[in-house]
């Protein structure tokens, strides 16, 4: 089955800019989804269709795929920005989530 | 606005059955498709189920497939995951996740989530 590989933390000062990769086989030409999840809410989505922000998500979000890796970037670090990550792909008819990557706010 | 609420989960042993339901609302509930997504304690998030709009097409993990049934009904903008033959490692909260589109495919994502439902098997 299909996997989607994130690293477990990324730390980032306030102000500063985090980056978070999603590896897979091929991973560019799928269409990732990036969620945040912080302690005991439930997911929001970020970024769709691999660049695309929702209504309401801040512009600091971005986000870009390439041959096997997508990259969530986020630009002035907040504090509320520390939470869970989670990249999400398709794949021979299922979804797939990385493991989650925690972003942490020094 | 949108709403949707999960609920059904309980305390069970292995071996047991459960369905959880997911009531929507503040959309066209048969344009989409909706997912089940688990988290089991303290770890990430896994897809198990999705099923399309009208219902005719339905997609399952291959950790739950053959124990897991999803379905919907439309008439009630509610649906629901049966499932079988529970074990220890089906421990977690259950969401309940809107598609972006019907039905579910490569371009889909999850827009909206409940605040999910809790299951717990244990012996």
């Known amino acids: 089955s299909y996997e989607v590989t994130q690293p477990p933390s990324v730390s980032a000062s306030p102000g500063q800019t985090a980056s978070i990769t999603c590896s897979g086989d091929k991973l560019g030409s799928k269409f990732v989804s990036w969620y945040q999840q912080k302690p005991g809410q439930s997911p929001v989505v970020v970024i769709y269709?691999?660049?695309k922000r929702p209504s309401g998500i801040p512009e600091r979000f971005s986000a870009f795929s390439s041959e096997n890796t997508a990259t969530l970037t986020i630009s002035g670090t907040q504090a509320m920005d520390e939470a869970d990550y989670y990249c999400q792909a398709w794949d021979s008819n299922t979804y797939v989530f990385g493991r989650g990557t925690k972003v942490t706010v020094l | 606005e949108v709403h949707i609420l999960e609920s059904g989960g309980d305390l069970l042993q292995p071996g047991g059955s459960l369905r959880l339901s997911c009531a929507a609302s503040?959309?066209?509930?048969?344009?989409?498709?909706i997912n089940w997504v688990r988290q089991a304690p303290g770890k990430g998030l896994q897809w198990v189920a999705g099923?399309?709009?009208?219902?005719?097409?339905?997609h399952y993990a291959d950790s739950v497939k053959g124990r897991f049934t999803i379905s919907r009904d439309n008439s009630k903008n509610t649906v629901f995951l049966q499932m079988s033959s529970l074990r220890v490692d089906d421990t977690g909260i259950y969401y309940c996740?809107?598609?972006?589109?019907?039905?579910?495919?490569?371009?889909?994502?999850?827009?909206?989530w409940g605040q999910g439902t809790p299951v717990t098997v244990s012996s």
């Open positions: 269709q691999d660049s």
């Open positions: 099923i399309s709009g009208s219902g005719g097409m339905r």
């Open positions: 996740a809107k598609d972006f589109i019907s039905p579910m495919s490569e371009t889909g994502y999850f827009d909206y």
């Open positions: 503040g959309f066209t509930f048969g344009n989409y498709a």
